[in-house]
Protein backbone atom coordinates (compact mmCIF):
# COMPACT_ATOMS: atom_id res chain seq x y z
CA UNK A 1 0.00 0.00 0.00
CA UNK A 2 1.11 3.52 -1.13
CA UNK A 3 0.38 6.95 0.72
CA UNK A 4 0.02 10.20 -0.41
CA UNK A 5 1.45 12.93 0.69
CA UNK A 6 0.48 16.82 1.67
CA UNK A 7 3.22 19.72 1.41
CA UNK A 8 2.75 21.81 4.55
CA UNK A 9 4.58 25.56 4.46
CA UNK A 10 5.04 27.60 6.77
CA UNK A 11 3.85 30.79 7.11
CA UNK A 12 3.26 34.15 8.22
CA UNK A 13 -0.41 34.66 6.85
CA UNK A 14 -1.86 31.42 5.72
CA UNK A 15 -4.33 32.31 3.43
CA UNK A 16 -2.37 35.34 2.13
CA UNK A 17 0.41 32.73 0.89
CA UNK A 18 -2.54 30.27 -0.02
CA UNK A 19 -3.95 32.67 -2.29
CA UNK A 20 -0.39 33.25 -3.87
CA UNK A 21 0.21 29.70 -4.75
CA UNK A 22 -3.61 29.38 -5.57
CA UNK A 23 -3.26 31.38 -8.58
CA UNK A 24 0.55 29.93 -8.89
CA UNK A 25 -0.85 26.57 -9.65
CA UNK A 26 -4.15 26.42 -10.23
CA UNK A 27 -5.42 25.09 -7.43
CA UNK A 28 -8.54 25.58 -5.47
CA UNK A 29 -9.45 26.42 -1.57
CA UNK A 30 -11.74 23.37 -0.52
CA UNK A 31 -14.79 24.19 1.42
CA UNK A 32 -15.08 23.76 5.05
CA UNK A 33 -16.32 19.90 6.14
CA UNK A 34 -19.55 19.11 5.69
CA UNK A 35 -20.22 22.24 3.33
CA UNK A 36 -20.76 22.82 -0.35
CA UNK A 37 -19.70 25.85 -2.36
CA UNK A 38 -21.46 26.22 -5.36
CA UNK A 39 -19.57 26.95 -8.60
CA UNK A 40 -18.51 30.39 -8.38
CA UNK A 41 -19.51 30.90 -4.66
CA UNK A 42 -15.65 31.61 -2.72
CA UNK A 43 -14.70 29.03 -0.66
CA UNK A 44 -12.84 31.83 1.46
CA UNK A 45 -16.02 33.36 1.88
CA UNK A 46 -17.41 29.54 3.39
CA UNK A 47 -14.68 29.61 5.56
CA UNK A 48 -15.01 32.51 7.13
CA UNK A 49 -19.12 31.80 8.31
CA UNK A 50 -17.83 28.07 9.13
CA UNK A 51 -15.27 29.30 11.77
CA UNK A 52 -17.74 31.99 12.98
CA UNK A 53 -20.68 29.79 13.54
CA UNK A 54 -18.33 27.24 15.29
CA UNK A 55 -17.12 29.47 17.74
CA UNK A 56 -13.27 30.02 16.73
CA UNK A 57 -11.61 32.79 17.68
CA UNK A 58 -10.89 35.86 15.10
CA UNK A 59 -7.34 35.68 16.22
CA UNK A 60 -7.54 32.23 15.54
CA UNK A 61 -9.50 32.11 12.54
CA UNK A 62 -6.77 32.67 9.55
CA UNK A 63 -4.15 30.27 11.22
CA UNK A 64 -4.22 27.64 8.29
CA UNK A 65 -5.36 27.38 4.97
CA UNK A 66 -5.01 24.44 2.49
CA UNK A 67 -4.97 23.50 -1.48
CA UNK A 68 -6.04 20.91 -3.24
CA UNK A 69 -5.22 20.01 -6.78
CA UNK A 70 -9.04 20.44 -8.57
CA UNK A 71 -7.95 16.86 -11.18
CA UNK A 72 -7.15 15.54 -7.94
CA UNK A 73 -3.98 14.39 -9.18
CA UNK A 74 -1.27 16.80 -7.28
CA UNK A 75 -0.97 17.15 -3.15
CA UNK A 76 -2.71 18.53 -1.56
CA UNK A 77 -0.73 21.80 0.58
CA UNK A 78 -1.24 22.93 3.62
CA UNK A 79 -0.37 26.16 5.23
CA UNK A 80 0.40 26.85 9.16
CA UNK A 81 1.02 29.84 10.70
CA UNK A 82 4.14 30.52 12.85
CA UNK A 83 5.25 33.55 15.13
CA UNK A 84 9.20 33.21 13.40
CA UNK A 85 10.09 34.54 9.94
CA UNK A 86 11.84 32.81 7.19
CA UNK A 87 15.63 32.96 8.05
CA UNK A 88 17.45 30.53 5.88
CA UNK A 89 17.38 29.13 2.60
CA UNK A 90 14.12 26.20 2.23
CA UNK A 91 16.23 23.03 2.35
CA UNK A 92 13.15 21.34 0.77
CA UNK A 93 11.43 23.75 -2.04
CA UNK A 94 8.75 23.08 -4.77
CA UNK A 95 9.47 22.62 -8.59
CA UNK A 96 6.85 24.52 -10.82
CA UNK A 97 7.08 22.51 -13.75
CA UNK A 98 5.72 24.75 -16.63
CA UNK A 99 8.24 24.59 -20.04
CA UNK A 100 9.53 20.89 -18.82
CA UNK A 101 9.05 19.41 -22.39
CA UNK A 102 11.01 22.23 -24.10
CA UNK A 103 14.39 22.84 -24.50
CA UNK A 104 16.98 26.16 -25.82
CA UNK A 105 15.47 29.57 -25.95
CA UNK A 106 11.81 27.92 -26.19
CA UNK A 107 11.91 26.77 -22.64
CA UNK A 108 13.99 29.94 -21.32
CA UNK A 109 11.32 32.59 -22.97
CA UNK A 110 8.36 30.27 -21.76
CA UNK A 111 9.88 30.40 -18.05
CA UNK A 112 10.58 34.14 -18.42
CA UNK A 113 6.76 34.45 -19.50
CA UNK A 114 5.39 32.61 -16.75
CA UNK A 115 7.96 34.59 -14.44
CA UNK A 116 6.77 37.84 -15.53
CA UNK A 117 2.92 36.41 -14.45
CA UNK A 118 4.34 35.08 -11.34
CA UNK A 119 5.64 38.54 -10.65
CA UNK A 120 2.49 40.15 -11.17
CA UNK A 121 0.99 37.72 -8.19
CA UNK A 122 3.67 38.70 -5.73
CA UNK A 123 6.37 36.58 -6.73
CA UNK A 124 10.21 37.87 -6.62
CA UNK A 125 13.02 36.84 -9.16
CA UNK A 126 16.09 35.68 -7.79
CA UNK A 127 18.13 33.61 -10.51
CA UNK A 128 18.61 32.36 -14.00
CA UNK A 129 20.58 29.67 -14.75
CA UNK A 130 21.63 29.47 -18.25
CA UNK A 131 20.99 25.21 -19.79
CA UNK A 132 23.58 23.76 -19.19
CA UNK A 133 24.04 20.28 -21.40
CA UNK A 134 23.92 17.58 -20.80
CA UNK A 135 23.00 18.67 -16.87
CA UNK A 136 20.91 21.40 -17.08
CA UNK A 137 18.35 22.17 -19.15
CA UNK A 138 17.56 25.67 -17.36
CA UNK A 139 15.40 27.01 -15.09
CA UNK A 140 14.78 30.26 -13.04
CA UNK A 141 14.74 30.51 -8.93
CA UNK A 142 12.21 32.56 -7.54
CA UNK A 143 10.46 33.22 -4.05
CA UNK A 144 6.71 33.62 -2.78
CA UNK A 145 5.79 37.02 -0.91
CA UNK A 146 7.29 35.30 2.18
CA UNK A 147 10.50 34.62 0.94
CA UNK A 148 10.15 30.46 0.11
CA UNK A 149 12.27 30.00 -2.74
CA UNK A 150 10.96 27.79 -5.88
CA UNK A 151 11.96 27.25 -9.27
CA UNK A 152 10.44 27.52 -11.99
CA UNK A 153 11.02 24.32 -14.46
Known amino acids: MSSTIQITIDARDPRALSTFWRDVLGYVHPAPPGTTVAAG ?15 IPPEQRYSASALEDPDGTGPRVFFQQVLEGKVVK ?16 ERMEALEEEAQRL ?22 VMADPEGNEFCLD
Not at 41 to 55: I, K, Q
Request: proline share 8%.
Open 90 to 105: NRVHLDVRTASELRGA
Open 41 to 55: EDPLAAWDEFLERSG
Open 119 to 140: LGLGAARLFRHEPEPPMSIGFL
